[in-house]
């Protein structure tokens, strides 16, 4: 199609949907004047046709056939490497709206800032036209998108990622309604460069970066921060959490949503691999989703939950046999990495892959040399369909979406917090959401290891006021409602030698199994006042050898740490002024009390 062409359909084409949708098209194409408009229709012959031009400009890089069939390897710009924070933008009338978790900027100047990048940016070049849909195409949960880009990069990762096309698009001539996503590399230079979110309005501008979260629309702008402002609105919830289903030898599933921040471990437990006593006894784990959930009230008043994304974009470097051998068996084919390591024969190389292979290119395309940098980026990654994952579960596709019996929420903290505690109650469970801390990771520009609050993980994501998201997360705990429990988990506690006390990975099952028996009433805690820990003898521990100091720091409280805590949580909450739901501020003064 060229510039001037218009996206038809049969009979309805004249709907409103599509009539807004070309005219957008239309505004965008004389704004940013591609040479040419291609409307996205999800075939294989147009991916195949995508990848080859990839592949002939040298955007894509063949990865040795006979061991990783249909993979390719992207590098980057270097200066493109991850989110960008200080240029990400809520942009909503009042500024007050979007709140201190939020940079901010007047939506007329944000439109004008942006427009001014856009123009003529997409000469000599073919702009993009995606329709996706973020869920199952027929889940009452999804919501669609439209994308224009001028990245065949973007495009063969929103393949994977979302549900795009033509199914997608009919939905939206159905429904009428869509987040519009306008999206352009531009010069890919870090001084042009912003991510700016108009949620009053459902629309995204991101301008001068190809990388992931900044540059996939339907992902983090649209399936958190757009869609965490239409959650509000409409009684539901968009979180950062991945969700998975855990089998009891009984063949009982429980389905668990679990929120840590980026590069924290979600991917991991998501497709967890039991440890060899579970495994042989009968437990099963599977996935549902490794980083986006969107939940709501069922008409049985428990929460329901979907994954709006099709495929998996995880951080490579870590991921082994040892850690992650479902992600491993998902990423042997079909697979686009970017950012990483290569071999000698041209296979993908990371460090912490362990597979005794060595690299011989880093990411920047060099000879690899330790001295100069890693063989992969800290934050190279993989982009795979969530189809091709062994533990993929078919309940992923179901519109209805899995009840969620337990919330988790969890932190990288080398001190102070145990391994797990549960909430006494909802409003216990949402403040300990709210006070989540953690070290910061290479997911986003930015010093790495700093502790920072990052509440229910979604500093980086809410499209709003966290005073005003933590009161609507309070308003679920209404008469009827079956609300999941809340436990908060600590994988990363360190001891006085600096290494993790906690084997992690597959046992980490252990303390899922735990939280599943709190569900169902079968298994003890002690009351403390941060909430319910497991005495050792209620977690089943058989197989694993913990030091003395392992017990007593994962088991243990140490009251004056978090008196401190308490009160940096209070400081905290503080920030928010008035603002800040009475109820989160009663609990975190009633605990602080409780602790004195
Ligand atoms: C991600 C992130 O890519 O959180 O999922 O940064
Ligand atoms: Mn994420």
Redesign the pocket.
């Known amino acids: 199609m060229n510039a001037l062409s218009k996206h038809s359909s049969d009979a309805t084409s004249t709907g409103s949907a599509l009539a807004a949708l070309n005219d957008w098209v239309a505004s965008v194409a004389m704004r940013t004047r591609p040479d040419a408009i291609h409307w996205c229709d999800g075939s294989d012959s147009e991916n195949d046709a995508l990848v080859a031009r990839m592949q002939a400009d040298g955007t894509l890089l063949k990865l040795n056939e006979q061991t990783h069939p249909d993979s390719w390897l992207h590098r980057s710009d270097p200066d493109d490497v991850a ?1 960008v924070e200080h240029l990400t933008y809520v942009c909503t009338t009042h500024h007050e709206d979007a709140g201190p978790n939020n940079h901010w900027m007047a939506p007329d100047e944000a439109h004008a800032e942006m427009d001014a990048l856009f123009d003529g940016c997409m000469q000599g070049r073919t702009m993009y036209v995606i329709p996706y849909c973020m869920g199952p195409i027929d889940s009452p949960l999804s919501r669609c998108g439209v994308e224009i880009t001028d990245s065949p990069y973007v495009v063969a990762n929103m393949r994977i990622m979302t549900r795009m096309g033509a199914a997608a698009l009919a939905r939206i001539e159905r429904e009428g309604a869509f987040v519009k996503g306008l999206h352009s590399i531009g010069e890919l230079d870090p001084n042009r460069r912003f991510i700016m979110h108009f949620p009053e309005e459902l629309t995204i501008k991101s301008y001068g970066s190809g990388y ?2 900044n540059a996939l629309l339907g ?2 702008c649209h399936a958190l921060r757009i869609a965490s402002h239409q959650a509000r609105q409409e009684g539901w919830l968009a979180e ?1 959490m991945l969700i998975l289903g855990v089998e009891n030898p009984q063949g009982e599933t429980h389905y668990i949503a679990a929120a840590f921040p ?2 924290c471990g979600k991917t991991n437990l998501a497709m967890l691999i039991p440890p060899a006593g579970y495994r042989e006894a009968g437990w099963k784990v599977w996935t549902i989703g490794d ?1 986006i959930c969107w939940m709501r009230p069922g008409a049985d008043g428990r929460l329901y939950a979907i994954n709006p994304e099709s495929g998996f ?1 995880g951080v490579a470097p870590g991921t082994s046999e040892k850690s992650n051998p479902n992600a491993l068996a998902s990423i042997q084919s079909n697979t686009i990495y970017t950012n990483v390591g290569t071999t000698a024969d041209n296979q993908p190389w990371w460090e912490g892959i362990d597979n005794g292979q060595q690299p011989a290119t880093d990411w920047r395309g060099e000879a690899y040399d330790p001295a100069k940098r890693p063989a992969a980026h800290p934050n190279s ?1 993989f982009t795979v369909s969530a189809r091709r994952c062994p533990s993929y579960s078919p309940m992923a596709e179901d519109p209805q979406g899995v009840p969620i019996s337990a919330i988790v929420f969890g932190g990288r903290r080398a001190s102070l917090v145990p391994l797990v505690f549960e909430a006494r109650d909802w409003t216990h469970g949402v403040l300990v959401g709210a006070a989540m801390g953690s070290e910061t990771t290479a ?2 520009t930015g010093a790495v290891g700093v502790m920072r609050r990052d509440p229910m993980a979604m500093k ?1 994501f809410c499209g709003y006021n966290f005073a005003d998201y933590f009161a609507h997360w309070l308003s679920f705990d209404t008469e009827g409602a079956k609300l999941p429990k809340v436990f908060h988990v600590n994988w990363f506690r360190k001891g006085n030698d600096g290494k993790f006390l906690w084997p992690g990975f597959g046992d980490n099952l252990r303390v899922l199994e735990w939280m599943i028996r709190r569900v169902e009433g079968g298994a003890g805690a002690v009351e403390t006042p941060i909430g319910r820990l497991p005495a050792e003898a209620d977690l089943n521990l058989e197989g694993l050898e913990l030091s003395a100091e392992a017990r007593a720091k994962l088991f243990g409280y140490d009251r004056a740490g978090w008196q401190a805590e308490f009160e940096s949580i209070g400081e905290f909450l503080d920030e928010y002024g008035p603002r800040m739901p009475a109820a989160l501020k009663a609990e975190q003064v009633r605990i602080s009390g409780a602790l004195a």
Do not use: L
Request: charged share 35%; net charge positive.
């Open positions: 989110r992931g979260g992902k983090k950062h980026s590069a980083d974009f990654r997911a986003a980086p």
